[in-house]
């Protein structure tokens, strides 16, 4: 099951994740109009883009969207969730927090007003005793987030690749099996304005005005 619905739906979505299986939701966060801050964004998009998974596996493209994600959050048994967060690393670092640390270090770590929202939906979770039993952070050390209009920086991008792998380790481990997509045509996780190649080509587009 995919999240491909406008938000103002995403309460009745996540009421269809309810039932006897346990459900994992990968979600993607960030902001695509600066820069690094669009990765988690990025990485969703692209798992979407490779690989078809079981009903009981939702694909989220959380944007900035803060609150509007608590529903997703509280039907999930398990989640994963992609985003650019300041570790104190070098730029392209990757690192993984599971659990109890994830919402302690988005609180202690903000790069921008999503993290705040979105530490503050995990919080709400908890005190509703429906956090997901298992959580995991992907992220990467972003090099900007500062330049708006702009696209992932290369040592950034290049980090899409590994995170994937991280993400499929966790579902495989989950017993979600992947299936690749191969040529097949996919609906786009994100309306087709905002593909990042269509994304970039807009952005060379305006560069050479």
Not at 4 to 9: E, I, R, S, T
Not at 185 to 191: A, F, G, I, M, N
């Amino acid at each position: 099951m995919l999240a491909l619905m406008p938000w103002d739906k995403a309460a009745q979505a996540a009421a269809d994740l309810a039932g006897g299986v346990e459900n994992v939701v990968v979600l993607g966060i960030g902001n695509l109009l600066w820069a690094d801050e669009g990765f988690g964004v990025r990485a969703v998009q692209e798992l979407h883009r490779r690989w078809r998974f079981p009903k009981r596996v939702t694909l989220v493209d959380g944007g900035t969207q803060g609150y509007s994600l608590l529903h997703y959050v509280q039907a999930a048994d398990k989640m994963i969730i992609f985003d650019a967060v300041d570790f104190d690393l070098p730029p392209g670092n990757l690192k993984v927090l599971r659990n109890e640390h994830v919402p302690r270090f988005m609180g202690a770590k903000k790069l921008s007003l999503h993290q705040t929202g979105f530490q503050e939906v995990l919080a709400i979770a908890e005190l509703n005793g429906q956090l997901p039993n298992e959580l995991v952070l992907i992220g990467v050390q972003p090099e900007d987030f500062e330049d708006y209009g702009g696209s992932l920086r290369p040592v950034v991008r290049k980090q899409i690749e590994p995170a994937l792998e991280l993400a499929l380790a966790n579902l495989l481990r989950w017993r979600c099996e992947p299936e690749p997509r191969g040529a097949e045509t996919v609906e786009p996780l994100l309306p087709t304005g905002l593909d990042l190649a269509a994304f970039e080509m807009g952005c060379s587009q305006l560069g050479a005005l």
